[in-house]
Every structure is written in C-alpha cells, then in structure tokens.
C-alpha cells in the first residue's frame, strides 16, 4: 500500500513525510516528481509515499479518471484520505512514525491531497507544498463539474492551526495562483480569528517557469525540504 525511503522500519521510530504526488513508487524514484522525496532523504527521517487515485493510468490521464470517478458519485479523496489515515496510525502504533513528528508534502494535486489527508488527523502537524493545486474546479478536466464539496475552502478549519507552507509560481495558469492565494488568505483570517496571533503559515511566490507556468525548480524544491525537515527536528549528520 505505501513505499518508503530512508532507514530501515526496524531501527525504531523517526521523524517522518508522506509526499504525494504521482503513484507510490514514481513520486519517490522518478524525476523530477522525486525530487522533494529525494532533498528529504538526506536527513535523519523516512519518507513515505502512497499511489494517488487515477495513478495506475498514465499520469497525464489521472485527473480525468478523478473527474470519471466523481460523476459517478465516488469521493475518491475522502477514500484514499481514509486509506492514509489508517496507514498512518498503524505506523505510529507500530512505533515506526515518532509520534508529534509528522509532515505531509504534495507536487501539484499531491499538494491538494495532503491537505485532504491532514485535515482528517491532528497527527500531521506541517504541511508542504510545490505549485499545488487548491481548486478543483479551476481545472479543464472539471468544466461544468459540481465540485465545491471537495475543494480546499471547506478544509480551512481543519488546517489553520497546522505549519504549513506553500510554494508557486506568480502566473500558474494550471493551478491558478490566485486561487492558492485566496486559500492561503483563508488560512490566515481564520487563524486570526482563533487568537493565533503569530500563526506558522507562509506563501511563498517566485517567478513562474515551465509550461502554463507550473513548473518547480530544484533549488525551490531543496529548500521546503529543508524547512520540513527542520520543523519536523531533523537535521543534516
């Protein structure tokens, strides 16, 4: 159900990353969709990765088998969010996962889906992501689509007490960049509004590159690796 890099389950519990972004083994192994889980590998914690709904297709097909799955009435989020979920309580039972030392990072929809899954537990306490995706319905593949129960605004007071930082490109077209703004925004006010007067939220917006301006370079990708890692208490030996 989940691949993983970093030490051996049996050497105790660690700090840990569920990174999501294509299927288990392409998030963690191929480039540059690794490159995160990657830049993690580096410090003292294990990096985990689950096979996003749609992604036994061709990656380019996936969103399109979401949009198939959701006219039929499926809520494949709240399925596959259920499914990590209880991957993670087992490992923490398990005393694989150091419990209070947990992140989750998405690329794009994986981002969107870490939100998903960490708005289901308080075990996630951070959150990262690179050019995510935080309106369904901005997507071609959802055109005419009643998508609204799924979207990013319903989580909000779930995830504004959470660490979380974001990453993007200052014109995403396939994304939307104003859309991750109006999210982020969201997270702000309501932390506000909770007396959280310092809240640990950050947007992070640099120049766009790559096609529809949604690419990611390493560099960006090194660095909120970094921060997670070190929110998470994880440094390099």
């Known amino acids: 159900m989940y691949e993983f890099l970093g030490p051996s389950l049996k050497e105790g519990p660690l700090p840990a990353v569920f990174y999501f972004a294509l299927s288990a083994r392409d998030s963690l192994h191929l480039d540059p969709f690794n490159q995160p889980a990657r830049f993690l590998s580096a410090y003292?914690?294990?990096?985990?990765?689950?096979?996003l709904?749609?992604?036994?297709?061709?990656?380019?097909?996936?969103?399109?088998?979401?949009?198939?799955?959701?006219?039929?009435?499926?809520?494949?989020?709240?399925?596959?969010?259920?499914?990590?979920?209880?991957?993670?309580?087992?490992?923490?039972a398990q005393n694989v996962i150091k419990r209070g030392k947990l992140g989750v990072a998405g690329l794009s929809r994986g981002g969107f889906i870490g939100c998903h899954v960490a708005a289901k537990t308080p075990l996630v306490s951070h959150i990262l992501g690179f050019a995510?995706?935080?309106k369904l319905s901005h997507l071609k593949e959802f055109e005419g689509m009643?998508?609204?129960?799924?979207?990013?605004?319903?989580?909000v007071p779930?995830?504004?007490?959470?660490?979380?930082?974001?990453?993007?490109?200052?014109?995403?077209t396939r994304v939307g960049t104003e859309h991750c703004f109006h999210f982020f925004s969201s997270l702000v006010e309501d932390a506000y509004r909770?007396?959280?007067r310092t809240s640990p939220l950050?947007?992070?917006?640099?120049?766009?590159v790559g096609h529809q301006g949604h690419g990611t370079l390493p560099p960006v990708f090194r660095a909120g690796a970094q921060w997670l890692a070190e929110q998470l208490g994880c440094y390099h030996g």
């Not at 950050?202 to 766009?208: A, C, Q, T, V, W």
């Open 132 to 134: 995510p995706l935080t």
């Open 202 to 208: 950050e947007l992070i917006i640099g120049p766009s």
């Open 53 to 92: 709904p749609g992604h036994h297709l061709d990656k380019a097909e996936a969103l399109g088998d979401w949009a198939k799955e959701i006219k039929k009435g499926h809520n494949i989020l709240e399925t596959f969010s259920a499914q990590a979920v209880q991957v993670i309580e087992k490992l923490i």
């Open 146 to 155: 009643d998508v609204a129960p799924l979207e990013l605004s319903h989580l």
């Open 158 to 172: 779930h995830l504004s007490n959470r660490h979380l930082r974001f990453y993007i490109g200052n014109h995403d």
């Open 194 to 196: 909770k007396k959280i």
């Open 44 to 51: 003292p914690l294990r990096v985990f990765s689950m096979t």
